[in-house]
């Protein structure tokens, strides 16, 4: 073995016979040991290298990933966690905020709570009412009077009711009265005692289930009633002090006029919402009269709450009543 930095002197040294000779073996015999120490430990080490060498590497060591935020998919199976490093803190949630303003009343709901008590003995007041339904025409007519935030009472035939209930519900939700009309619409005055509370009854009842109210008042079909009629019901029987006769003619601007010359204060206007030519009518009506100071008020409300037993018309001591 060649050792670096050996001079040639020193081989030469090394072939002389004698103690010097032996001195100088012993020295490299030392060397020797030494050097070959240093392999054995440099071999073991690299041995040990490759004792691991086929053990599959060691996997990087990687911080725990931190769980997704509520909402976030799962990765895949198979997919390596990401770093908690790579996933950014995640920030505290902002309260809600509707982008949406609050669901509006329907204008019905609306006119019903804008409307305060009026008093029909200082205030020009007018009830406009609607008999034989309700019928296909009268949502638009609730539109037209949430419009003007017109009241009016609705006097409802109670099989008309029953295939009807929703209008019924939203008629009394916007604040408008409910009153009996029979069952059928029949005249009460050819029927006995036991059959017409019957009638009125089978028509409390549907009004009841369809709107959770009871008519407070009564209006016998075609205006017929008796005595013998007036003793069936405890409630008042009311009929009309101006007759638009929409019935004969289905004439939306004879309507409209028949009306708004009849009104005066006080005053009970007859109509019928089953025709389309009458809820036609109406926006002219309630602009005429609005644009002249009145205030469109259910038949209770013009009474003030206590109808006359028999109403033959409108509400008499009504300033600037002409009866």
Known sequence: MRF?????????RSRRPGRAGARWDSARLLVATVLTAVCAAGQGGGSAAAGTAGAAPAAPSVPAARPSPPGTASPAPGTPPRPASAVPAQEPAAPAVPTQPPAAQPPAAQA????APVDCRRV?????TFDD??????GTLLRHLAAYRARATFYVVGRNVAE?????????????????????HHDLTRLPAAAIRADLARTDQA???AAGVTPETVRPPYGA???????????????????????????????ARRAIKGAAPGAVVLFHDIHPTTVKAIPK????????????????????GKPPRLAYGGRRDAPGSRR
């Open 207 to 209: 009004v009841e289930r």
């Open 4 to 12: 670096t930095g050996e001079s040639t002197k020193g081989a030469a």
């Open 285 to 304: 009506v309630l602009r005429s009269l609005s644009a002249r100071g009145y205030r469109f008020v259910t038949v209770s409300e013009l009474f003030g």
């Open 112 to 115: 019903s709570a804008a409307q």
């Open 124 to 128: 020009k007041c007018v009830a406009l």
């Open 164 to 184: 009807n209930p929703g209008v019924v519900r939203r008629a009394v939700e916007a604040g408008h009265e409910i009153g009996n009309h029979t069952w059928s």
């Open 133 to 138: 339904g309700p019928g296909r025409y009268t």
């Open 225 to 255: 009633h008796n005595a013998a009629v007036r003793r069936q019901t405890k409630r008042p029987v009311v009929l009309w002090s101006v007759d638009t006769e929409d019935w004969r003619h289905r004439d939306s601007s004879a309507v």
